[in-house]
């Protein structure tokens, strides 16, 4: 194991007070170590952390463009293999560059079973351009090109599944983790490194500027998303599930409630109707998971 | 300082942002409850907690912004948001 | 060692001798035969490089990015649709300052479809911060991937270069090319030794943006970059001559230039139309002379000036056009000659794959001299 008392993000950085991506770019260089090369994706990240010439990566870093980190990963990882060096290299890219405009160099990269993990910080927006949504987007929620209004009541599609995508590519360790629960996340990015081939880690990273929520809340929303079923934490081995983070669930309101970009679903009028298929989405994911854990009465 | 070649850098500038101007409220460390658990130095979204010597956590303030997660999260309530004087 | 050889079978060898550590290539006609040659290098185990068989050209350039970044020498060959694929990174591989060499089997751009040669490919990238060669033939093409690398690996270019030679009447035509040894390109071609990489032992960050305050110098910088690779690629050029017997030690060739009066620019295969063309032009009394520009970026304009100093008029094919303005080349040569009282026409010639044949050569000299140009020539007015 590395040693996780490192710190190799500095502080200084740009991030929002609260930001549930820079909690995600400490821990995963926890988990990481040194001996590492990050790829990072266009988006709040990159940006939060690398203006020229301060940057926060004290781990060598590289960013290209918005989509195109798995192909440079790639190419890194056959120029370390032709050189015959130890680095571990680590994708970590946004949702928007991962489940969308990415998604070419992603299969691409994981089809070739380059020895690489790719971690998607996943806060289910475009959060660099002013909070547009994405194919991570779920269910219902407000941004500022799916808004709420008096014929939409917001994203109209679930999330894309891409744990399941690249599990189908061949991934032999695919995982889903929060930043809510750090210790399981780092070790499953610690999995995930140490499993060789193609690798992916899919975290999520709640926003208080994107989602609506006061700057403290952030672990508390990420915790509520998995307590409520709508985010599964859990671990997929050659394609099989084997390890889930089961919940006492709660009612997904309590969830979505506290967030600005579910907020028409509860005023000016409540939408039963709504609240019902989103929480049928979580009912779903008991079932497909097997969440519930069972309380004795 | 003359530019880089490709517009790279090494690490150690980012310190030169000093992000505390950005606060309206501050954490108070009482070190009263504390557990000492860590958990305020892990979820830090700044990294800017440390422990010293006596084993207690002091936020670095040059660079705390003032989220309130340290105190939001710390499971011993030793931590409490109190408005910024300037 | 001559051998009788397609061209892009000679590139191939070229790639194999300059000794890449990672390949990453996409198919597409007509550059085909290049990568699936060195494919075949690579499984035969003569060339030690790992080969990435990427599913797009985006991602070939973009996974050359990454292993250049890491440190390894990178090459990858391309040509129109799979270039214009890789529009984006070609920028950002020139900001990063990697010295990556591509190949580029000049194709026209869709649309309409087509396979056949022009340069427009190439041409559309002029602004993106990479070295830009044109070949005559195929053992300037194998020539030029050792020049190429020698001199954008050095430390004061660190820049990207295109190698580009015409798709088909070059790379799948079959000429004698002298190939050298491994001894003796590893005589003229040290290891690659990066400025900079990324290295756990020394963490840099690569590919950070730029506010207002640094973006300007940033660009200025890679100009001046370019600035100086005129004259690094003239000293790798003479070094390969004092090595190889086969001088380059000039950005632009001069044929037939001493006396005189009318001037033909042009880059690429058509030169060779053009010195036959010439030679018989000669023979008929006219005065009339090549300048061939080696590289289109840099841009050699002092080189051109000279070359061009005396003669009355210029005539400049461009197998290409900017649409609604002239022919890349066109706008440069009337640009680097103005004000100095020579009359510079452009001939936007051979889009598609038109020929271009001697007698076209003679059409368009005539033209020049009668002071009517800046036009497309050969148009096939019967279907207009
Ligand atoms: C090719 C291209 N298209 C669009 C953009 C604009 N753009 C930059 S970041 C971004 C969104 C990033 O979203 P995501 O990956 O989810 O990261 P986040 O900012 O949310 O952390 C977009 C649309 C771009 N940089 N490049
Ligand atoms: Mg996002």
Same mark, same amino acid.
């Given at each position: 194991m590395v040693d996780r008392s490192l710190e190799l993000f500095e502080c200084g950085h740009r991030a929002c007070a609260g930001c549930g991506p820079a909690i995600a770019a400490r821990l995963m260089l926890k988990a990481v170590g040194t001996n590492s090369i990050i790829v990072s994706s266009t988006g709040c990240m990159e940006v939060f952390s690398t203006p020229y010439p301060e940057t926060a990566w004290k781990v060598p870093w590289i960013h290209s463009l918005f989509e195109n980190a798995s192909a440079v990963a790639s190419g890194i990882e056959a120029a370390l293999k032709r050189q015959g060096r130890s680095e571990k290299v680590v994708v970590i890219a946004g949702d928007g560059a991962t489940f969308d405009i990415g998604m070419l160099c992603i299969s691409g990269a994981f089809e070739r079973g380059h020895d690489f993990t790719y971690i998607c910080y996943d806060n289910?927006?475009?959060?660099?351009?002013?909070i547009q949504r994405s194919g991570a987007t779920p269910y219902d929620a407000s941004t500022t090109t799916s808004p709420a209004g008096k014929r939409s009541f917001g994203n109209k599609r679930p999330k894309k599944d891409m744990p399941q995508i690249l599990a189908a590519h061949g991934a032999p360790y695919v995982a889903t983790a929060s930043i809510s629960y750090p210790a399981d996340l780092m070790q499953k990015i610690e999995r995930a490194l140490n499993t060789p081939g193609p690798c992916y880690v899919q975290v999520h990273t709640p926003c208080a500027t994107g989602w609506g929520f006061e700057s403290e809340q952030t672990m508390h929303v990420g915790k509520l998303a998995v307590e409520t079923g709508l985010w599964v934490n859990y671990e997929m081995m050659d394609g099989k599930v084997t390890k889930v983070k089961k919940v006492v669930r709660k009612p997904v309101e309590e969830y979505l409630k506290v967030q600005k970009r579910f907020r028409h679903l509860f005023k000016?009028?409540?939408?039963d109707a709504e609240i019902a298929t989103i929480q049928a989405q979580a009912d779903r994911n008991a079932e497909k998971f097997g969440l519930d854990i069972k309380v004795k009465k | 300082m003359p530019l880089s070649v490709g517009c790279t850098a090494r690490p150690g500038k980012a310190r030169g942002n000093r992000t505390g101007a950005w606060r309206t409220f501050k954490p108070d460390f009482k070190h009263d409850k504390c557990t000492k658990c860590g958990q305020c130095i892990l979820i830090c979204p700044e990294g800017c907690v440390e422990q010293r010597e006596d084993e207690y956590y002091y936020p670095d303030?040059?660079?705390?912004?003032?989220?309130g997660l340290c105190a939001e999260e710390c499971p011993a309530e030793d931590v409490e948001m109190r408005k910024e004087e300037k | 060692m001559l051998k009788i050889t397609e061209g892009s079978f000679a590139v191939a060898d070229a790639v194999r001798l300059s000794r890449p550590g990672v390949i990453a290539a996409y198919p597409i006609t007509p550059q085909t035969h290049i990568v699936e040659r060195l494919a075949e290098m690579v499984a035969d185990g003569e060339l030690e490089s790992e080969y990435i068989t990427v599913e797009s050209e985006f991602s070939a350039l973009s996974a050359c990015l990454g292993a250049s970044a890491a440190g390894s020498r990178t090459y990858s060959a391309t040509t129109s649709q799979g270039l214009a694929l890789m529009y984006e990174v070609c920028f950002n591989v020139a900001g990063m300052r990697l010295p990556i060499l591509m190949t580029i089997a000049n194709r026209a751009m869709s649309a309409p479809l087509s396979i056949w040669n022009d340069q427009q490919d190439s041409i559309s990238l002029r602004d993106s911060g990479w070295i830009q060669f044109y070949a005559e033939d195929n053992q300037e093409a194998t020539d030029l991937h050792f020049i190429g690398y020698r001199a954008i690996e050095d430390h004061r270019v660190l820049l990207p270069a295109m190698v580009c030679f015409d798709g088909?009447?070059?790379?799948?035509t079959y000429e004698p090319v002298d190939i050298p040894t491994e001894e003796e390109v590893n005589g003229y071609l040290p290891p690659f030794k990066p400025y900079q990489r990324l290295d756990a032992a020394d963490p840099i960050s690569f590919g950070m943006y730029a506010t207002p305050e640094y973006y300007m110098e940033f660009r200025y910088e890679i100009d001046q970059a370019m600035q100086r690779a005129n004259e690094v690629i003239i000293q790798a050029g003479k070094e390969f001559g004092e090595h190889f017997g086969r001088e380059y030690g000039s950005l632009v060739e001069s044929y037939r230039? @001493? @006396?005189? @009066?009318t001037a033909l620019v042009a880059m690429g295969s058509v030169c060779g139309t053009i010195k036959d063309a010439i030679d018989e032009l000669r023979s008929e009394g006219k005065k009339v002379g090549l300048v061939r520009l080696r590289?289109?970026?840099?841009?050699p304009t002092m080189e051109l000036k000279k070359a061009l100093d005396g003669v009355s008029r210029v005539a400049v094919l461009d197998r290409n056009i900017s649409l609604g303005s002239k022919g890349a080349v066109g706008l440069e040569v009337k640009d680097a000659l103005y004000g100095s009282g020579i009359v510079v026409l452009d001939y936007i010639v051979g889009l598609g794959g038109r020929d271009i044949r001697k007698k076209d050569i003679a059409a368009i000299t005539a033209l020049v001299v009668q002071g009517k140009g800046d036009m497309f020539y050969g148009l096939r007015t019967e279907v207009l």
């Open positions: 289910e927006a475009y959060m660099n351009t002013g000016p009028v409540r939408q | 303030l040059t660079y705390c912004k003032g989220c | 088909y009447i070059l790379t799948h230039m @001493d @006396d005189a @009066d590289t289109y970026r840099p841009f």
